[in-house]
C-alpha cells in the first residue's frame, strides 16, 4: 500500500504557529512543507505569474492526497490542484462561501472565483455540489437545491462510483470551534464529520483543507489554539478514512 503523506501549502506560516506542524512531528505523521510566502500577487487574487509559480511548486507527489492550503485568501489552490486531474471527478465543496463569482478582474484567479474557473478550465469535472452557503445544498445542474440539515443521501448516491474531489474550508463551522477572517456558518465539527463519514468513504481524489487565521491577519494566541485542535481532529478523522 502507498504510503500516505500530507503535502502543505505555506502561504502564511500558520501551521508553524499554531504548533501544528510540531504535533505532526511527534505523532510520526509524514508531510511535505511547501513554502509559497516569497511569491507576490497571491492573496486572495492570484495573478497569472503567481499562479504559474504555485503550480510549478506544487505537484502532489503519490500519497499525498491529504492537502493544507493555509487561509481561505488561497482556497484557488483547489483550483489549480484539481485542474491536474486528467480522468472524470465530482467536486464537492464544503463552505460557507460557494466561491463561483464572476472575478472582479477579468481572467485573473480568485478565491471566490476559483470555482467558475475550474467548471470552465477542467473538462474532466462533471459535477459541482456545494454544502454549507446559506445552510444548503446544492448541485450545479440544479437539480438539488434544499437545507441540508435534511442530511446529504442524494449526494451520496449521486457520486456512487464516481472520483471525488473533497475540498473543505473552515468558515462552514461556527467560530465556538474555527477562527478565520471570513464570515463563517454555524456548523459544529460533530456535524462536519458526520457529512465526511459518507464522502470519505467515496473513490477519493483527494482532500484539501483550508481556513487558517494567521497573526498577520490579526490571530490571537486563542485564535491559534482554537484552529490548532481542529486540524489535528479532522488530519486524524480524515487520516482514518484514506488509511483504509
Known amino acids: 500500500m502507498m504510503k500516505l503523506s500530507l503535502l502543505i501549502a505555506d502561504f502564511t506560516g500558520v501551521y508553524a504557529e499554531e504548533g501544528f506542524l510540531q504535533k505532526l512531528q511527534e505523532r510520526g505523521v509524514s508531510y511535505r512543507l511547501v513554502g509559497l510566502g516569497d511569491i507576490e500577487g497571491t492573496t486572495c487574487y492570484c495573478d497569472p505569474d503567481a499562479e504559474a509559480e504555485i503550480s510549478r511548486r506544487l505537484v502532489p507527489q503519490p500519497g499525498e492526497r491529504m492537502r493544507w492550503i493555509d487561509s481561505g485568501d488561497y482556497h484557488y489552490v483547489t483550483r489549480i490542484l484539481a485542474a491536474r486531474e486528467q480522468a472524470p471527478f465530482t467536486l464537492v ?86 477562527r478565520t477572517d471570513w464570515s463563517q456558518g454555524t456548523y459544529s465539527p460533530a456535524q462536519l464529520k458526520g457529512w465526511l463519514d459518507g464522502l470519505l468513504k467515496q473513490e477519493l481524489v483527494a482532500v484539501d483543507l483550508c481556513g487558517e487565521l494567521s497573526p498577520e491577519k490579526g490571530a490571537t494566541p486563542e485564535d491559534l489554539r482554537v484552529n490548532f485542535e481542529l486540524n489535528v481532529e479532522l488530519q486524524e478523522f480524515i487520516l482514518s478514512y484514506l488509511k483504509r
Open 93 to 178: 465543496l464544503v463552505d460557507n462561501h460557494p466561491d463561483d463569482q464572476a472575478p472582479a478582474f477579468g481572467g485573473v484567479l480568485s478565491c471566490g472565483s476559483w470555482v467558475r474557473d475550474l467548471r470552465e478550465a477542467s473538462p474532466m469535472l462533471e459535477e459541482v455540489w456545494t454544502l454549507g452557503p446559506d445552510h444548503r445544498i446544492r448541485n450545479a445542474s440544479g437539480t438539488v437545491d434544499r437545507e441540508l440539515e435534511a442530511g446529504i443521501d442524494d449526494l451520496l448516491e449521486a457520486v456512487e462510483g464516481k472520483r471525488v474531489y473533497l475540498s473543505i474550508d473552515k468558515d462552514v463551522l461556527g467560530r465556538e470551534w474555527s
